[in-house]
C-alpha cells in the first residue's frame, strides 16, 4: 500500500510541476507575448478599453490625447479616446482604436500610457485596495502655440515645418499637411472607423504618414550645405577658392551640360557662389571629391540611415553608391547640387541646419521629454545624445558664414529677422520636371538663429504642383515661415 501511496504522490507532484511551469510560460514566459497578441484573444484589449488611460500632454500644457468616460448607457466600452486638438498632433500621437490598433506614441507608449510597466505597477501597489489607477502620462517636447503657427503659416499648401533644439535634438514641432483628425478613427463603430481609414490611404499626400520623418523629396540647393561641408572636410574648397563666372559646364562622360538656376551666368569666391547658390561650382565639387569620399562624406552625415527619432517608421535619406557613380558622374555632378538621386527627409533637413549651429555636432532628435506617473513623479526623462559628428567645429565655422551670407546678401532675404536678431540659411528649389516639360518644384529652406548662439533650427518643404510652388522658389515661399517662426519664439523668449 505505501508504496501505491508514494507512486500517486509522484505522479501529482509531476503534475503539479507541469502545471507549474505551463503557467509560467503562459504569464511570464515566452508565450505570454504570443496568447496576447493572438487575434482571437481580445480579452485584454476589452479590459483595456473598460480602464482609464494617460495622457499626452504637450511642453505648454496642452492635452492632445486623453480618455473620457462614455456617456451612453449602452456604449460597449466604459472610456472613449479623445484628441482635443484634432489633426494638430495626429501625427505624433497617432491613434488608438479597438478594431484597427494604435499608432505612433499610441502605441510605442502604450504601457506607460495604461500603466503598466514594472515601475508603475509597482508604485501603484500601495493603492491597490483602493481602486487607485496606475496611468502614465507622456510629456512631449514640442509646443501646441508654434505647432499651430506652423500649421496656420502652411496655410493647407503640401509641406513639412520642423523646428528643433540644435543642443539637445528636442523637437518644438513638427507638422506636415494634408494631416488626418484621430477623432474620425478613433470611434467604437470599427465599420465607420473602417471607412475613415480607407478614405484616408487613397487620399492625395499620404496624410496617415508624417511626411515630416516618414516621407523623402529632392531637396535642391538646401544639399549644398553637405556638398560644401565634405568639400572643407576633405581639402577640396576653401574660403579663399574662386570660380570664373559661366552658364554652362559639360562634367565627364557627357555631352549634356550643367547650367545654372534659370540658365544664369554665375561665379566668384566661395562666399558669392554659396549666397548667391550657383550650380556649377557644386557639381565641380562633387566631382573633384570623387564617387568615394562623396559618398563616404554623406554617410557622415546619417544618409542611408533611418533618422533616430523616438517615433516608429523613420525612413533614411539617400545620396546614391560610390560604385553606381563610378559609371555615372553627370550624376553625382548633379547629386552635388541637390538633384538627381538626392533624397532627404525634412526631420534630417532640420537637423542638418542643427549641426552647423551645434559645432559639428547632430543630435538625435526626440519628441517625448518625459514619461510620468499618474501623481507627477518622473518614470523617465530622455537624455540627448550625438548622432553623428560628420564635420569639425571649424568647418561648422565656416559653414554658419556662408548660411549667414545667403541671409544677408543672397537668396535667403526673406529669413532676415526681425529686432536684428541675426539668421544663417540655405535655399533650395528642387527641380522635378524634364526638360521641355511644366514646372514643377519643392521649394526648401533650412536655417538656425541666433547665429553667435544658436537656439533654433528649422527646416521648411512645400510641395506639389501648384503653379505658386512650381513658379517659385524656396527663398520666396519657405523662407517667410521660417521668418515667422523665429520671430515668434524670439518674441515668447522675451528677446528684444
Sequence with gaps: M????????????????ALFVQLNLIQAGPRQQELTEHPRNDRQTLRDFNRPRGAIVTADGRIVAHSVPTTDPNAQFEYQREYPLNELFANVTGYYTFNYGSTQLERTHSDVLAGKTAEQQLQGLGGIFEGEDNTGTVVLTMRADLQQLAKDLLAEREGSVVVMEPSTGKIL??????TYDPNLVAVHDSEEAGNVLLFLTNFPGKPLLANAYQERYMPGSAFKVITTGIALETGATSLERSWPSE???VPPQTNDPIQNYGGTSCGGPMVEVFARSCNIPFAQLAVEIGPDLMV?????????EPIPIDLPGPV??????SDFFRDNLPLLAIGGFGQGNDLMVPLHMAMVAGTVANGGRMMEPYVVDT??????????????????TPISASTAGTLSLLMTAVVNDGTGRTMQLDNGVQAAAKTGTAQ???PGEPERSHAWIIGFAPVEQPRYAVAVILRGTTDEISASTGGVLAGP?????????FVTDGLP
Excluded: Q
Design 247 to 249: 552658364t554652362e559646364w
Design 316 to 321: 533614411a535619406s539617400s545620396f546614391g553608391e
Design 481 to 489: 515661415i521660417a521668418k515667422e517662426l523665429l520671430d515668434y519664439l
Design 371 to 388: 514619461t510620468r506617473f499618474h501623481d507627477g513623479n518622473v518614470l523617465d526623462r530622455t537624455e540627448p545624445e550625438v548622432w553623428k
Design 432 to 434: 522635378l520636371n524634364g
Design 296 to 304: 563616404t562624406g554623406t554617410e557622415l552625415w546619417g544618409i542611408g
Design 2 to 17: 505505501n508504496a501505491k501511496i508514494r507512486r500517486l504522490a509522484v505522479g501529482l507532484l509531476v503534475c503539479y510541476v
Design 173 to 178: 514641432a513638427m507638422y506636415s499637411h494634408p
